[in-house]
């Protein structure tokens, strides 16, 4: 049993994670970060829900780049293949669902 105040979460460095749960190879990690991620393709489906923050979220679908804000509360869903990059407006914290070993 854990009991996880997200908002007190802080990591050492951008993209740091704290391990909440591994549920037969699916992950649950809580993420801190201020800066952008890299572009990318996971394994897997990707489950990604802002808890505090702001982010923008770039993806290609079709070879077209779009991006969209995401306030805290707001989930977005990559499918497999979906190539995604999220860029923090300001310092958030995100829940991220995934393939153990995923990018």
């Keep these: 049993m854990k009991i996880i105040k997200s ?7 951008a993209w740091g994670a704290m391990d909440i749960a591994n549920m037969n190879g699916i992950t649950t990690r809580l993420h801190w970060t201020d800066s952008p991620y890299k572009w990318h393709t996971n394994d897997g489906e990707e489950v990604f829900v802002v808890l505090d923050g702001l982010v923008e979220m770039f993806y290609r679908k ?3 780049e779009t991006s969209r804000i995401l306030e805290a509360g707001d989930i ?10 999220a860029h923090p407006k300001v310092a958030s914290r995100i829940l991220v669902v995934e393939a153990e070993g995923s990018v």
């Excluded at 977005?76 to 990059?85: Q, Y």
């Design 76 to 85: 977005f869903f990559a499918s497999v293949g979906t190539e995604h990059v």
């Design 62 to 64: 079709n070879g077209q």
């Design 7 to 13: 908002k007190e979460f802080v990591a050492d460095k």
